[in-house]
């Protein structure tokens, strides 16, 4: 009994660590990314969250408007003006400015979608799932649109990221819609799935990055690539997925395959964290930054196995997120300035000490602790 109570007072302790870091993110981005002059949001952001430069990434903005507008609606105290003005500003932005490649279409369409929920904007709901038809018909169909051809002598492959992103599209434009949209968009989900279980190789021990466009690995350094934070952002996927259809196998498969074998095989076990990439036959990645430890993997290593446990309610799985918890919340954040540090050493020392870059927006981070707080508010709920 005594073990247990220990166990709730812990989840409790991790609970409000990262309610109060959710809060300090949050005020990070909105006292420092809005450019008030020309719209949009700055995304390049130094320590204390001087702008060091100007150029506004797409993705990121559309990141940045949804992640606004769902802390706007789901999170009593972010349900604010000032936050409403913000991802309202950041839409205006995206539909006069932006140009496309296929991940700034996807997270176009994630913006565009929560921001018609908190606006009741009709209009701006019907722009995205156009968007989203055109989208699926580049990517099953004629990929000529999305303005990456290909080269000859090039090797047709399979990308997980591309299925993975589509999956997340077809659950947020599907999300408390409905019995009619959800039907509107299994056979895309299906799809999405198929394609990403592809990735599961080496007689199950091993998600690879890359594979060929029917399945089968490929030669060579792309086709051994790993990305263990990847892997396991794709089983969080899947499991809110077999969650929604109530899939037990393709619960199993994303638990068994895509969390705890990445987990195990990313976990640095000198110096702890997760490697960015590895080479799944033990070769040296040649990917310069493959041992460092990044701040986005070890989000989705928190989200996922805290997906998991709730799913579950195996204990060994609580225990693994409390293991990236540690790791994470010792090292990531800046108790000086607020928000994340990104890049880490492998040893663990901050080796860049921006807090925004081309690459790191508004996203990983409040999205990782949004979730977490939302999973143990229900887990101690339970207790």
Partial sequence: MAERTMSVQRLEQIRQTIRRELDRTVDFWLKHSHDTEHGGFFTCLSRDGQVYDQLKYVWLQGRQVWMYCRLYQTVPRFHRDDILQAAKAGGVFLRKHARRTIFSECFYILA???????????????????????LVHWVQKDPSGLGRPQLPGDTPSSSMAVPMMLLCLVQQLSEGRGPQAALKYQSVGQ????????????????????????GAELQGCAGRLQNPGHALEAGWFLLQYSSQWDLQDLQDTAISRFIEGPFQSGWDQEHGGLFYFLDVDGHCPTQLEWSMKLWWPHCEALVALLMAYTQTQRPELLERFTQVYDYTFKHFPDAQSGEWFGYLTQEGKVALDFK???????????RC???????LDQILLQD
């Fill in 191 to 214: 799809w999405c799935v198929e394609q990403i279980v592809q990735h599961v190789q080496r007689k199950g021990t091993a998600v690879l990055e890359n594979v060929s466009a029917d």
């Fill in 112 to 134: 565009l979608d929560e921001l018609s929920r908190v606006t009741d904007d009709k209009h701006m709901q019907v722009e995205a799932e156009q968007m989203m038809e055109q």
């Fill in 356 to 366: 925004g870059g081309p690459f790191k927006g508004f996203f990983h981070v409040p």
């Fill in 369 to 375: 602790l949004l979730m977490c707080e939302n999973m």
